[in-house]
T-cell receptor, first 109, second 115 residues
Framework: GQNIDQPTEMTATEGAIVQINCTYQ??????LFWYQQHAGEAPTFLSY??LDGLEEKGRFSSFLSRSKGYSYLLLKELQMKDSASYLC??????????WGAGTKLIIKP | TAGITQAPTSQILAAGRSMTLRCTQD?????MYWYRQDLGLGLRLIHY???????GKGEVPDGYSVSRANTDDFPLTLASAVPSQTSVYFC??????????????FGDGTRLSIL
């Protein structure tokens, strides 16, 4: 079967750095997406990786290792507004997205 | 602003009744999707459409039907609602049928409770 694993919840301090991990086992791989979802709102796109390595976009970076079936989202200089759930999704061989359950990130002052 | 509009925002429905959730996008995206989101689970694909006139079944299609008469609209119908269909429903669209780095864009969701 297909599976995306992320930690359920993480806590970090304002101004710090946090890394959210995602491991996946899917039928095929055609890219990995990270989304942010604030409580009661729609998911919004953060990043996309299809090749191994690091993609940097401002305070957010995403890393992919296809051989390990592993990705992480790195958030730097954390702000209170970063409190949200972070969703990892893999595009499979049918070009459909398989979603993890999300990681709820709590930022403390 | 441009994007995806879902209606209604929320609804309470008696079991056994039918209901159509509406979804309209103005981005001229080819592909559209319906997901349900339940606590502790990832988004699960119900139905999708890669282009107007075609639809396909996702992971959890039972009890739901869709149509795609034109590019902009992708309604989701529950023919006879059951309590297990209580969920938050998200409609999404993307610029292609799923290839490349084109992300899916989401509507604000419909919160549906079946009693």
């Amino acid at each position: 079967g297909q599976n995306i694993d992320q930690p359920t919840e993480m806590t970090a301090t304002e101004g710090a750095i946090v890394q959210i991990n995602c491991t996946y086992q899917t039928s095929g791989f055609n890219g990995l997406f990270w989304y942010q979802q604030h409580a009661g709102e729609a998911p919004t796109f953060l990043s996309y990786n299809v090749l191994d390595g690091l993609e940097e976009k401002g305070r957010f970076s995403s890393f992919l290792s296809r051989s390990k079936g592993y990705s992480y989202l790195l958030l730097k200089e954390l702000q209170m507004k970063d409190s949200a759930s972070y969703l990892c999704a893999v595009r499979d061989s049918n070009y459909q997205l398989i979603w993890g359950a999300g990681t709820k990130l709590i930022i403390k002052p | 602003t441009a994007g995806i509009t879902q209606a209604p925002t929320s609804q309470i429905l008696a079991a056994g009744r039918s209901m159509t959730l509406r979804c309209t996008q103005d981005m001229r995206h080819n592909a559209m999707y319906w997901y349900r989101q339940d606590l502790g689970l990832g988004l699960r694909l119900i139905h999708y459409s890669n282009t107007a006139g075609t639809t396909g079944k996702g992971e959890v299609p039972d009890g739901y039907s869709v149509s795609r008469a034109n590019t902009d609209d992708f309604p989701l119908t529950l023919a006879s609602a059951v309590p297990s269909q209580t969920s938050v429903y998200f409609c999404a669209s993307s610029d292609t049928g799923g290839s490349g780095n084109q992300p899916q864009h989401f509507g604000d969701g419909t919160r549906l409770s079946i009693l």
